[in-house]
Each structure stands twice: as C-alpha cells, then as structure tokens.
C-alpha cells in the first residue's frame, strides 16, 4: 500500500477545523523561530504540497514534513547548522498567493545558506527542479542537492538534463548528509560519499551506490518540531517504521526501501507521542507509515504499551485486509483508535493477483465489515485505470466500492499513476502493454499526479501555467506520472462511469 506517496487523495482534503492543531507559535510565523538563512551551513528546503485548486475551491492541508525534520534533528546533533524553510506553508500565511509561480517560491525561500537542499514527491519535481533552477541562476555560487522519493528512479536522467542540480541524494539522508557537509563545497571528494549520484568532470554521471539502512531507527532523535510553527499545520502524523516487505506492482514506495522494513521500539514511538501531546496540545495522531500494523502480535504489545503510559490520545493508522484480526481491532479500538484504513485497491480478483496484493475481494469484504463495527471510520482505497483493467473488471471495482459506500464506508477511488519506479511502469517501458502514455493537460489539475481525480471537464490551462507542461512533456522519461495511459479508452470511459456513480 502506498497511498501516502502513490495514491493521496489530494482532492477533497479540506484544512483542518482547528480541534487538533498544536497551538506552540502563531500560526502567521512560518518558521517557529528566526531563520538563519546564509548564516546556516545548509537550507533545507521542503517542497512536498497539499494543494490544489479547482475552479473556485481550494483544497489545502498542511503536515509537518517529517523526512526533513528527521534531518534537521541529525544534523543539529552532529554539530552542523541547518536553516529549515517549510513551502507548505505559503498559502496559510499568505492566501493571495499563487504556490505555484516561480518568483513567489523564491521569495518565500528568501536568503539561504550555500548549500541548498530541496525535498519533494513526485508531484512536486517538476515545479522544484524549476525552482532550483532559478534559485541557481540568481546564485550560481550555490550548491544544490535533490532529495526526497521524488527523483527515485530517474535520478541520473536529471543530473544529465539540468546542469543546474548538482548532486541527487537517494535513500536515507541522515546516513548521507553529515558526510556530505564535511566535503562540500569541494566536489572533488564526492566519490567517498555513499548515497548520491552527482557530475564527474567529464560529464558523466556517476552513483557511489547505495547507503546501508538504518536498522535500528530508535537511534535517531526525534523529529526536530521546535524547528516549525505547530500552529500552522491540520493534522498530525507518526512514522513507526520505513520500508514495506510486500511485492504490489503498482506501489512507489516499497522499492524507495528495497522492500524490506526497520522499525522503531514502541518506547521510542510513545515517547514521541507524550512529545507532541504534552509540549504541543496534539490530541490525534495518524500512524501514516503503510507496515505500522505488521502483525497481530505487535498490535498488541503497542496497546498494551500505550495504554501503560497513560496517555490519553485518539489515533488512526493503516491495515492490510490479510494482516488484520477481530481480537487486535477490538484492542485498538480500546486504546484510542478511531479509524482504520485499507488499501483495497480493487474489486477484481484477477486484478488483485496482476498486482500482488496478497489477498481476495472476500478477505476485504470480511475484513472491512468486521472493523465497521469496531471502529468510528473505516477508509478504503482503490485504484482504477490499471493499463491490464478491462471496463468488466473496472466494473467489478465500482460496485465494490457502492457496496462498501452503501455500509458506511469511506471509499476514496484514485487513477494510477505510473511513477518510474513502479513494477508496472518498467512492463510498459518494455512494451508489455498496447497502448501509450499521452499528456493532456486539459484533464490533469496542475501539479496533481498522485491520487488525482481528473478534472470534471475539459479544463483550460491558464497562460502561466503553460511552460510547466510544456516542461513536463519535453522530459516524459523523468516525468511518467502525469501522463495518462491511453486516455481515450481506458481513463475517460471510466471516469464517466465513476461520475455517474457519484464517486467523482
């Protein structure tokens, strides 16, 4: 499952009511506290967005960037200064303005130090690489380093594209960066550096190889949230360990961690919790990694953990349909937990086996209607316009998805997007499907690739907008995931359906 970086359903997330933000800093201060800006030995910068904006709605929600806080809290602890600059922020801050014009990134950026690090989804490359592209032409002297699960798999296609992109940073920075820093400026050291790709002097691009994980994730310090203004973000969220060991094929998060999974000791994770309860007034968290629930066993001894600590907080988190047990869902629900979500993808058995999921339409029926009457909210996830989907099967997923919507279930559908380090994307670059990935800017909302819906009708591109599908399309090897998989007869005929269902 991998609807936090894959499949988000960007539409219809509304900010928050305000019952659960932190309430640490004003909310008009984006940054928590004074930047350091060029007096830091490197900016981070994060990119990742939830926002949209169709018509006359705007769809926003903010979230504390947890890969670069994570970071953050490393590289402090090393010794080294970090100024931390949080885009997301933009639009609570100032609400006239355009998240997606160049010039007002950069002004928002502002001064930085003279390494400067930008993190992003997949969503989001295009508009960063541009970003760091003007950032570089205003300041040629800088370097600039790329990072996030957004670049993963096209990594040494970007370095030869964009001379402005110096180095791309893959896997788990806090094993990379410290390293990194001690080197930089000087580029001549950069092969020492386990991690990254970046530009020999001839040209070429070269990969020093993969960084070791991270076996041991309690060894990191917490989140560094004195670094951001809490008051300013929607919702909160927990990773209790990275990395998935399952083989879905539509998934681009599994093979970001070569499917294999660290975890965190649940000591570490409810120290976190009582962090963010006690010191910042959070009263929900969402355990937003896709393995938290990996077993009945381990279920159970976190219930157990937490309702010794005495903390009193409502959580919600993921399950896979094959995993999830009647005893642990009742322990769950006894400790604080509100919702539960599954990634059912599909209501098609044969479609289920093309992509691996590891269980039946029944098992998720079963599981799904068990925790209805366990839980205050079930959320379900399906993914439609697989490029192997018939207009049957897709059939077979829309009545699927009336029938959990019929018992109260929340049903959130999304059109696959192919992202490059996809199982399923590497078959259709060797020709294993019939048929071609088309971009049609008309139907994708700007900068929406992973959980969109398209949009209701033929939209038209604003002027401005323009160059950056224009951008897109000139990079379609770099950029997959905006581009539709035969548009005519596999998503627009499905779409229409949907609509007519009431489920777009």
């Not at 930008?118 to 205003?138: D, G, Y």
């Not at 989140?223 to 209790?240: K, L, Q, S």
Request: glycine share 8%; proline share 6%.
């Amino acid at each position: 499952m991998n609807h936090e970086s894959n499949t988000i359903p960007i539409v219809g997330a509304r900010p928050g009511n305000g019952e659960n933000r932190a309430g640490a800093r004003p909310a008009g201060d984006p940054q928590g506290w004074a930047r350091l800006g060029a007096k830091a030995q490197i900016t981070l910068v994060n990119m990742n967005l939830l926002y949209i904006r169709l018509d006359d709605r705007i769809d926003y929600e903010a979230h504390p960037p947890l890969g670069l806080l994570y970071l953050t809290s490393v590289l402090e602890q090393k010794g080294f200064s970090v100024d931390l600059v949080d885009y997301q922020i933009l639009p609570r801050i100032r609400r006239d303005a355009d998240p997606f014009d160049l010039d007002t990134a950069l002004r928002y950026i502002g001064e930085t130090a003279g390494i400067v690090g930008f993190s992003c989804m997949a969503n989001l490359l295009p508009f960063t690489i541009l970003v760091a592209e003007r950032l570089k032409q205003l300041h040629p002297e800088k370097t600039i380093l790329l990072g996030g699960v957004g670049p993963f798999g096209v990594e040494p296609l970007i370095l030869e594209r964009f001379s402005w992109i110096d180095i791309v940073v893959q896997g788990e920075a806090e094993n990379t960066l410290p390293h990194l820093l001690k080197v930089l400026p000087d580029m001549g050291g950069l092969s020492r550096i386990p991690g990254i790709f970046y530009r020999r002097a001839d040209g070429s691009v070269h990969h020093t190889g993969r960084v070791h994980r991270i076996c041991d994730l309690d060894t990191l310090p917490l989140p560094a949230y004195h670094r951001i203004d809490m008051g300013a973000y929607d919702a909160f969220g927990i990773v209790t360990s990275r990395g998935c060991p399952y083989a879905c094929r539509f998934c681009s998060v599994a093979p970001v961690w070569d499917r294999s999974t660290t975890y965190r000791s649940h000591d570490n994770i409810i120290a976190e919790i009582r962090l963010l309860h006690e010191t910042y007034g959070v009263t929900t968290i969402l355990f937003q990694d896709e393995f938290f629930y990996s077993s009945e066993a381990k279920i159970l001894d976190f219930c157990d953990s937490l309702q010794a600590s005495g903390l009193q907080v409502r959580w919600k988190c993921y399950g896979r349909v094959n995993l999830v047990t009647e005893r642990a869902m009742k322990r769950m629900a006894q400790t604080g937990c509100t919702q539960l979500r599954f990634g059912i993808e599909s209501g098609s058995d044969r479609v289920l086996k093309k992509v691996v999921k590891g269980f039946s339409v029944r098992d998720s029926l079963e599981s799904v209607t068990i925790a209805l009457g366990i839980f205050d909210s079930v959320e379900t996830f399906f993914i439609w316009g697989f490029p192997f989907e018939d207009m049957d099967e897709f059939y077979e997923t829309a009545l699927q998805m009336a029938r959990f919507r019929q018992m109260g279930v929340t049903v959130l559908p999304s059109l696959f997007s192919m992202l490059p380090q996809t199982d399923i994307y590497r078959e259709y670059h060797k020709g294993s499907y019939d048929g071609a990935l088309t971009l049609v800017p008309e139907l994708v909302p700007i900068y929406v690739v992973t959980g969109h819906e398209i949009v209701d009708t033929w939209n038209a591109v604003p002027d401005n907008y323009r160059p950056y599908y224009d951008f897109i399309g000139a990079h379609a090897d770099i950029f997959p995931g905006f581009f539709l998989f035969n548009h005519e007869t596999n998503v627009l005929p499905k779409y229409k359906a949907l609509r007519e269902m009431g489920f777009a």
